[in-house]
């Protein structure tokens, strides 16, 4: 079934950690975008992406930094997990061309202690 | 660039009452508008959308009304139940390849 995969959906960890947030997409989609959103609250876009080997920053800094190597994935790398980083990221895709029709992921909840 | 404004930001309603939400938009060239309902700890997922060339879309109790000279719309739905408490968010964006822009999200409440 075409869909939105992110793993993990939770995570826990220690202050000064590299993380990777995994998301996929099976949707056949071009762009991909990166949202931060604390439970309930606005979607900030802090990255997103045209297709393959291109990458741009969202309207929100963040000090993440993420890769399009494949159409299909669109991982997010935290260097140094820090408590402010604690949220929920949620990853969408659509496509290209015509109307901007957004998917979502389920979501990975990240508590950095 | 776009700036969408969304109001109320919690709205409390009775059961079998109606609810509306209302956006607005700055950007004139903005002419997709969908709407998005996030139940909680579930991702946001689209409901109703609506194009610059239509004025109003309905889908059973949902409805969408666009008022692209004042630059608002506005999602309604009537004989509101509990499973439709969630946060709906708003959005806009040009066609061909822009940006989706939200709404800061609203929170609705429906009381048995």
């Known amino acids: 079934e075409a869909d939105i995969y992110q793993t993990p959906r939770y995570l826990v960890i220690g202050t000064g950690k590299k993380i990777t947030l995994e998301c996929s997409q099976t949707?056949?989609?071009?762009?991909m975008y990166w949202y931060q959103q604390d439970p309930g609250m606005e979607l900030h876009l802090i990255h997103y992406?045209?297709?393959?080997?291109?990458?741009e920053k969202g309207d929100l800094s963040s000090e993440s930094t993420v890769s399009r190597i494949r159409t299909e994935h669109f991982p997010l790398t935290l260097e140094s997990a820090r408590p402010s980083h604690t949220s929920q990221y949620l990853c969408?895709?659509?496509?290209?061309?015509?109307?901007?029709?957004?998917?979502f992921g389920p979501g990975t909840r990240l508590l950095v202690l | 660039g776009e700036n969408v404004e969304q109001h109320p930001s919690t709205l409390s309603v009775q059961e079998g009452d109606s609810a509306v939400i209302k956006c607005t938009y700055s950007?004139?060239?903005?002419?997709?508008f969908p709407w998005y309902k996030q139940e909680l700890g579930k991702r946001p997922q689209l409901i109703i959308d609506?194009?610059?060339?239509?004025g109003e879309k309905k889908d059973q109790r949902i409805a969408v009304t666009l008022n692209k000279t004042a630059k608002h719309f506005s999602l309604h739905i009537t004989e509101t139940q509990p499973e439709d408490s969630a946060v709906y968010f708003c959005a806009a964006s040009e066609n061909a390849g822009n940006m989706l822009t939200f709404g800061g999200g609203t929170r609705l409440m429906v009381k048995p």
């Open positions: 609506i194009r610059s060339n239509v």
């Open positions: 950007d004139s060239a903005s002419n997709y």
């Open positions: 992406s045209y297709g393959v080997n291109s990458t």
């Open positions: 969408a895709s659509s496509e290209y061309t015509g109307w901007e029709t957004q998917y």
């Open positions: 949707m056949g989609h071009d762009k």
